[in-house]
């Protein structure tokens, strides 16, 4: 199972928007709406913001959403703070042998 | 409030073995599976499996197999993972991670502090 694909950076402005791509297969993000979004911050554990594609836990701002087509899911932050500086690991059910596929990760930048 | 609480740092010889520990507390824990997730310096995440600690039951990424094993004790609330033939490569910051309940399984909610395991000879 290989990991799935993510830009290595983005990057935006305050107040700005930024959209993350984490691209699969039809084995992993095509075929489960089980595509999860985690936000880590450097030495810290990762955090989840997304889960079952677009469903954000309690207490995520709603400036965190997600989406998913064919075999991409994506995260949107809208109205970028300083503090969504940060790492962002997308993540698929896969099932199988290996049911569980994280993204390659993408660095936020807040220019 | 839900804690998961492991262990703390190890250095450990190539051809040896780790076992990280992880107490949960603020919920049951027989009720949600522990899955296990690893962090190479620099490097992103990579999951190594989950056991039920309910019954026991494990499931393993396939990179992992035959050289990782997941046990819990229900009686102190605590998972563990070994893992055994280390190699340098295995030198990164291990997680344990709640899988989401009723609802919301397949994704990871509560995470552990991790636990930094170095292998150098």
């Known amino acids: 199972q290989s990991a799935l694909t993510q830009p290595r950076s983005v990057s935006g402005s305050p107040g700005q928007s930024v959209t993350i791509s984490c691209t699969g297969t039809s084995s992993d993000v095509g075929d489960y709406n089980y595509v999860s979004w985690y936000q880590q911050h450097p030495g810290k554990a990762p955090k989840l913001i997304i889960y079952?594609?677009?469903k954000r836990p309690s207490g995520v701002p709603d400036r965190f959403s997600g989406s998913k087509s064919g075999n991409t899911a994506s995260l949107t932050i809208s109205g970028l703070q300083a503090d969504d500086e940060a790492d962002f690991y997308c993540c698929s059910y896969a099932g199988g042998h290996t049911p569980y596929v994280f993204g390659t990760g993408t660095k936020v930048t807040v220019l | 409030q839900v804690q998961l609480v492991q262990s703390g740092a190890e250095v450990k010889k190539p051809g040896a073995s780790v076992k990280v520990s992880c107490k949960a507390s603020?919920?049951?824990?027989?009720?949600?599976?522990m899955h296990w997730v690893r962090q190479a310096p620099g490097q992103g995440l990579e999951w190594m499996g989950w056991i039920n600690p309910n019954s026991g039951d494990t499931k393993y990424a396939q990179n992992f197999q035959g050289r990782v094993t997941m046990t819990r004790d229900t009686s102190v609330r605590t998972a563990y993972m070994e893992l055994s033939s280390l190699r340098s490569d295995d030198t990164a910051v291990y997680y344990c991670?709640?899988?989401?309940?009723?609802?919301?399984?397949?994704?990871?909610?509560?995470w552990g502090q991790g636990t930094l395991v170095t292998v150098s000879s």
């Open positions: 603020g919920y049951t824990f027989t009720d949600y599976y």
């Open positions: 079952d594609v677009s």
């Open positions: 991670a709640r899988e989401g309940g009723y609802r919301a399984t397949k994704n990871f909610d509560y």
